[in-house]
C-alpha cells in the first residue's frame, strides 16, 4: 500500500503535538484529533493503525519547527475556519489591505492558537474557546467558540447514509463536529457591520485518480442562478471540471490550483470524492438550513453582494504560477454555516460528518448511486 499508514501518521505527529485518539468499539476506526490546532481532525483510519492515513499531514512544515507569516499549513482532514475570508467584511485582511497574498493573513486564532480542552472519552472530545477578532471593517466579534468531535459506529453510518446495508467487506470510517459559535460581547452581529460564518476545510491525499463528484439542485439558471462558480482563481479549465445532468465533476489530483463553489440555491447536503485506483469513497455531509440564503462572500474583492456566498466549496491544490512549489499538494472539500446574526447571547451551529469508506467498485456502486446519483463507472469516466 503505498501512502502513510495511520500509525506511521500518529507516530510522527506526536513528537510535535499532543494528539486525542478516538475508536470505535471493535478498535478498526480511529480518528486522531488535537486541541493544539483548534481541535483539528489531523487524520483517520478505517482498519487501525495499519490502515490508510485519509488526512494529508504536511510533514515538512512539522519538522521544520518554522512559523510561518500568512499561514501555517499542518494539514488535517478537518478544521475550524471562520469566513469570510476576502471583502469589506474580511477577517484574513486588515481594514485598508489590498486584496493579494501579500496582505492576507489566516487569524492565528484559527491558525496556531490551541483550544482549551472541555471534555474527552473513548468516542468524542469537547473543545473551546473564547477570542476577539476584528473585521476589514474594523468590528469587533466577541465570540466563544465550542467544537466536538464524535466518531461513528458502523450502525450509525447505515442509518446516517441511509443504507439498507452496509457490507462486511467495506472499511469504513467516520466522525461528526458539532461547531457553535456564542457572541459573547454586548453588541449585536449585523449584515451592515459583517458577520461571520462557521467555515470547515478537510485536506485530503490527492491521487491522479481522484475525481470529486458534487450533486447539484437541478433547474433553470434564471431561477436559480449558475450551477457552479469557478471565478476564484480564474477560470477552471474544462478538463478539470465537468457539470453533467446529475453532478459536478472536479479533479483532485493536485496538479492544478484551482477552486469552485455552490450557492445555497444548488448546493445539496452532500458532497464528495471517489479515488478510483484504491477503492476510497469519501463523502461530506452537513446541515444545511432549509430556505437559507444568506452566506458570506470569500471573494477577493470589495463587493456588491456581501452575502452572496458559497456553502459549499472544492479546492485542488497545484503550483500557484508555473515552477513554483504547491502549498501541499492536496485537495479540500469544505462547507459552511450561513452568516451568523447574532445578539448577544445567541449561538448558531454548524454539523458535518466525514466518512470515508473502501472496498471494491460492486460492493461501493450501489451507494454511490444511492447517494450521489451517478455510477461508479461515470465517475471515472467524466474526463474522457
Known amino acids: 500500500m503505498k501512502g502513510a499508514t495511520y500509525g506511521d501518521d500518529v507516530r510522527f505527529m506526536k513528537y510535535y503535538i499532543e494528539l486525542i485518539e478516538l475508536t470505535d468499539a471493535n478498535h478498526q476506526s480511529k480518528v486522531a484529533v488535537t486541541a493544539a490546532l483548534q481541535g483539528r481532525v489531523m487524520t483517520s483510519s478505517a482498519f487501525g ?5 485519509y488526512g494529508w499531514i504536511n510533514r515538512e512544515l512539522f519538522e521544520s519547527k518554522e512559523i510561518q507569516e500568512h499561514i501555517n499549513v499542518y494539514g488535517g482532514e478537518e478544521r475550524f475556519w471562520l469566513g469570510p475570508e476576502g471583502g469589506q467584511y474580511s477577517i484574513f485582511f486588515k481594514k485598508g489591505a489590498e486584496f493579494t497574498l501579500e496582505d492576507w493573513y489566516t487569524p492565528k486564532l484559527i491558525d496556531l492558537e490551541p483550544f482549551d480542552v472541555k471534555n474527552v472519552s473513548a468516542t468524542s472530545a469537547t473543545f473551546t474557546k473564547k477570542a476577539s477578532l476584528k473585521n476589514y471593517s474594523g468590528f469587533q466579534f466577541d465570540m ?13 453510518i447505515q442509518t446516517d447514509l441511509g443504507l439498507q446495508t452496509l457490507s462486511e467487506n467495506l472499511k469504513t470510517v467516520a466522525y461528526q463536529t458539532t461547531n457553535t459559535l456564542t ?19 478537510g485536506m485530503f491525499n490527492h491521487s491522479p485518480n481522484t475525481t470529486i463528484v458534487i450533486p447539484y439542485v437541478q433547474g433553470d439558471d434564471a431561477e436559480l442562478g449558475k450551477v457552479v462558480n469557478d471565478t476564484y482563481f480564474g477560470k477552471v479549465p474544462s478538463d478539470r471540471l465537468v457539470v453533467k445532468e446529475n453532478a459536478i465533476f472536479f479533479k483532485g489530483d493536485g496538479e ?28 461530506v455531509k452537513y446541515n444545511k438550513p432549509k430556505n437559507v440564503t444568506d452566506y458570506v462572500n470569500s471573494m477577493w474583492e470589495i463587493q456588491e453582494e456581501p452575502f452572496s ?15 513554483a512549489k504547491p502549498l501541499g499538494p492536496f485537495y479540500e472539500l469544505e462547507t459552511s454555516s450561513p452568516a451568523l446574526a447574532l ?31 451517478v455510477t461508479i463507472n461515470e465517475i471515472k469516466t467524466a474526463f474522457k
Open 309 to 323: 456566498g458559497d456553502v459549499i466549496n472544492a479546492y485542488n491544490d497545484g503550483a500557484p504560477e508555473p515552477g
Open 183 to 201: 457572541n459573547i460581547g454586548k453588541k449585536e452581529w449585523k449584515k451592515d457591520s459583517g458577520l461571520l460564518s462557521i467555515w470547515l476545510l
Open 49 to 53: 493503525d495499519e490502515g490508510r492515513s
Open 144 to 156: 466563544e467558540i465550542e467544537r466536538e468531535v464524535a466518531i461513528l459506529s458502523k450502525d450509525d
Open 256 to 283: 492544478y490550483r484551482s477552486k469552485i463553489g455552490l450557492s445555497p440555491m444548488r448546493a445539496k447536503n452532500i458532497a464528495g470524492s471517489y479515488d478510483s485506483a484504491n477503492g476510497i469513497l469519501t463523502i
Open 343 to 373: 445578539k448577544p447571547g445567541e449561538s448558531g451551529t454548524h454539523i458535518q460528518t466525514t466518512y470515508h469508506i473502501e472496498g471494491n467498485e460492486t460492493t461501493l456502486n450501489p451507494m454511490v448511486k444511492e447517494l450521489f446519483g
